[in-house]
Protein backbone atom coordinates (compact mmCIF):
# COMPACT_ATOMS: atom_id res chain seq x y z
CA UNK A 1 0.00 0.00 0.00
CA UNK A 2 1.13 3.41 -0.97
CA UNK A 3 0.88 6.39 1.46
CA UNK A 4 -1.34 8.18 -1.07
CA UNK A 5 -3.33 4.94 -0.96
CA UNK A 6 -3.54 4.75 2.91
CA UNK A 7 -4.59 8.45 3.36
CA UNK A 8 -7.38 8.26 0.95
CA UNK A 9 -8.76 4.89 2.25
CA UNK A 10 -8.19 5.95 5.62
CA UNK A 11 -9.32 9.79 5.20
CA UNK A 12 -5.89 10.89 6.75
CA UNK A 13 -5.18 14.51 5.23
CA UNK A 14 -2.03 14.65 3.83
CA UNK A 15 0.02 17.79 5.35
CA UNK A 16 3.60 17.76 3.85
CA UNK A 17 5.59 15.72 1.52
CA UNK A 18 3.53 15.32 -1.89
CA UNK A 19 6.55 13.95 -3.13
CA UNK A 20 6.90 11.06 -1.52
CA UNK A 21 3.19 9.88 -1.80
CA UNK A 22 3.90 7.12 -3.71
CA UNK A 23 6.40 5.22 -1.39
CA UNK A 24 5.00 1.20 0.21
CA UNK A 25 4.26 1.20 3.33
CA UNK A 26 5.76 -2.14 4.96
CA UNK A 27 4.35 -2.00 8.78
CA UNK A 28 2.92 0.30 10.86
CA UNK A 29 5.06 1.67 14.15
CA UNK A 30 3.71 3.64 17.36
CA UNK A 31 5.98 5.64 19.73
CA UNK A 32 6.29 8.75 20.78
CA UNK A 33 9.68 8.53 22.48
CA UNK A 34 11.82 10.02 20.00
CA UNK A 35 15.31 7.51 21.31
CA UNK A 36 12.90 4.51 21.01
CA UNK A 37 11.84 5.01 16.88
CA UNK A 38 15.24 6.02 16.18
CA UNK A 39 16.19 2.06 16.74
CA UNK A 40 13.54 0.49 16.38
CA UNK A 41 11.38 2.14 13.94
CA UNK A 42 11.41 -0.04 10.49
CA UNK A 43 12.15 1.16 7.36
CA UNK A 44 9.45 1.83 5.48
CA UNK A 45 7.08 1.57 7.81
CA UNK A 46 3.66 4.48 9.00
CA UNK A 47 4.93 5.57 12.21
CA UNK A 48 2.08 6.83 14.21
CA UNK A 49 2.93 9.78 16.44
CA UNK A 50 1.51 12.72 18.41
CA UNK A 51 4.96 14.66 17.98
CA UNK A 52 4.55 16.90 15.25
CA UNK A 53 7.59 19.11 15.82
CA UNK A 54 10.89 19.37 13.97
CA UNK A 55 12.88 16.82 15.86
CA UNK A 56 9.95 14.09 14.71
CA UNK A 57 11.05 15.12 11.54
CA UNK A 58 14.63 14.37 12.02
CA UNK A 59 13.77 11.27 13.74
CA UNK A 60 11.50 9.90 10.89
CA UNK A 61 14.39 10.84 8.05
CA UNK A 62 16.87 9.25 10.46
CA UNK A 63 14.45 6.19 10.71
CA UNK A 64 13.38 6.32 7.06
CA UNK A 65 10.04 5.47 7.60
CA UNK A 66 7.68 5.77 4.75
CA UNK A 67 5.56 8.88 6.23
CA UNK A 68 4.27 10.23 9.80
CA UNK A 69 0.87 9.99 10.82
CA UNK A 70 0.25 12.52 13.61
CA UNK A 71 -2.93 10.91 15.25
CA UNK A 72 -5.56 12.46 17.70
CA UNK A 73 -5.45 15.92 16.10
CA UNK A 74 -2.05 16.71 16.85
CA UNK A 75 -0.61 19.64 14.86
CA UNK A 76 2.34 19.86 12.33
CA UNK A 77 4.83 23.05 13.57
CA UNK A 78 5.90 25.23 10.95
CA UNK A 79 9.44 24.38 11.43
CA UNK A 80 8.11 20.89 11.09
CA UNK A 81 6.31 21.42 8.13
CA UNK A 82 9.60 23.18 6.16
CA UNK A 83 11.91 20.38 7.14
CA UNK A 84 9.48 17.18 5.66
CA UNK A 85 8.89 18.94 2.45
CA UNK A 86 12.62 19.84 2.41
CA UNK A 87 13.87 16.21 3.36
CA UNK A 88 10.32 14.48 1.09
CA UNK A 89 8.96 13.84 4.36
CA UNK A 90 5.15 12.39 3.69
CA UNK A 91 3.12 13.70 6.75
CA UNK A 92 -0.76 12.62 7.22
CA UNK A 93 -3.32 13.98 9.83
CA UNK A 94 -5.56 11.93 12.24
CA UNK A 95 -7.85 12.71 14.67
CA UNK A 96 -8.19 8.65 15.31
CA UNK A 97 -6.52 8.13 19.00
CA UNK A 98 -3.05 6.64 18.28
CA UNK A 99 -4.13 3.46 19.02
CA UNK A 100 -6.93 3.28 16.77
CA UNK A 101 -5.06 5.21 13.85
CA UNK A 102 -1.79 2.47 13.94
CA UNK A 103 -4.72 -0.54 13.79
CA UNK A 104 -6.61 1.08 11.63
CA UNK A 105 -3.50 0.73 9.46
CA UNK A 106 -2.55 -2.68 10.14
CA UNK A 107 -6.20 -3.48 9.29
CA UNK A 108 -6.02 -1.66 5.95
CA UNK A 109 -2.43 -3.45 5.25
CA UNK A 110 -3.85 -7.00 6.00
CA UNK A 111 -6.46 -6.45 3.71
CA UNK A 112 -4.23 -5.37 0.97
Known amino acids: MTVKQLAAQAGFKILAGEDSL ?3 IE ?18 SAWVTVMGNVNAMAVALLA ?3 CVVLA ?6 DDAK ?6 DI ?22 A
Not at 27 to 44: N, Q
Request: hydrophobic letters at 45%.
Open 90 to 111: AVLWSEKPVFDAALDIHTRMAG
Open 72 to 77: EGAALD
Open 64 to 66: DVA
Open 27 to 44: SVYSCDLLSFVMGRAPAD
Open 22 to 24: GRE
Open 82 to 87: KKAEQN
